[in-house]
């Protein structure tokens, strides 16, 4: 299980968002010794947390995979130092850039094994990675001199947007001295929204369940996550949009009296889609729903639904999924 749990496109516009990080990865400002770098001092709230950046970090770990793609597109893999947990397969045009930074542990490291590398900055996608009880809260850290920043998904006080997607990037982007290609990145995600938007304009929204583990209980994504704002931008509706939490377990007897008419299955970890699946579609409990009576799924790498740069193109690549004819 993800440590979510612990806390919780045209084909045509692809290549202008997605492969970004191929060009840009190695693209590290170069700075003249002692020159002052532009844009600084920076002062960013984050989830709470003041921090005033008197120059880019430049010794940085990554604790989840989304963020470490955020580091990677925006070109700052020279920043990166190490990083941990991959919940599925890294994008064809990060994997070069993914596989010169080391991994620190396949998981979340320990607080010594953190602090031995040396970092001046951690970055987490999910609240575990500062979990209390491994001693790597944000203020032990900050304690020994090392500063952090959180995924924003994991802070918002309402519901996550795509303009969250775009705050964090253009935040990252700061922080790291690269504003511009951050404000780049954005303005080709933007325009990649609104191209799906207009082919979805006459459809009619899907009801969707959104099953990413359980067995007792359904594991799902709620009203407050990035994922429900993907789902309504893919021609969908998120049949538990009001499950106040990111992600959440309901009850089957709820995905029941719901009557998704889509399934969409989020894939990573060792359970596979063909294992979710049939664990679905053998479920005499779900016979009746009609996403089960009509076999009707849909698949989205967990790395495409959580708060990062796949967002943007993912939702097309749902749309593409809940809704065919619209591409006819």
Known sequence: MSSRRHALIPA???????????????????????????????????????????????????????????MIELGLTKSLIGTAWLDDQVLPAYDKAYKSVPVVAKEYPSKEKLLSVNPDFVYGGYASAFAAKD???????????????????????????????????????????????????????GTT??????????????????????DKTA????GKGIGNDMIERAGGRNVFADLDKSFGDATWEQVVARRPEAIVIYDYGS??????????????????????RNKRFAVLPLSDAVLGVRAPAAVQRLADQLHPEAGE
């Not at 500063?147 to 964090?168: H, I, P, Y």
């Not at 594991?219 to 709620?222: E, K, V, Y």
């Open 135 to 189: 001693g790597r809260t944000r203020d032990d850290l900050k304690g020994a001199g090392i500063d952090t920043r959180l995924n924003l998904e994991n802070c918002a006080k309402g519901k996550t947007s795509m303009d969250d997607v775009f705050r964090e990037v253009t935040e990252v982007g700061r922080t790291f001295g690269v504003a511009d290609r951050a404000a780049k990145w954005t303005a080709e995600a």
């Open 219 to 222: 594991f799902t994504a709620g």
């Open 271 to 292: 359970t596979t889609v063909a294992q979710k699946k049939k664990r679905l579609l053998e479920d005499p409990v779900l016979k009746d729903v009609p996403a089960i």
């Open 12 to 70: 045509v516009l692809l290549p202008l968002l997605l492969p970004l990080a191929a060009c840009s990865a190695d693209a590290d400002p170069v700075r003249e010794a002692g020159a002052p770098a532009d844009g600084f001092p920076y002062t960013v709230t984050n989830c709470g947390v003041k921090t005033t950046f008197e120059a880019p970090p430049k010794r940085v770990v990554t604790m989840n995979q989304h963020v470490t793609e955020i």
């Open 193 to 214: 929204l609104e191209t799906t938007a207009a082919g979805l304009e006459d459809v009619k929204p899907v009801p969707v369940f959104v099953y990413d583990s359980g």
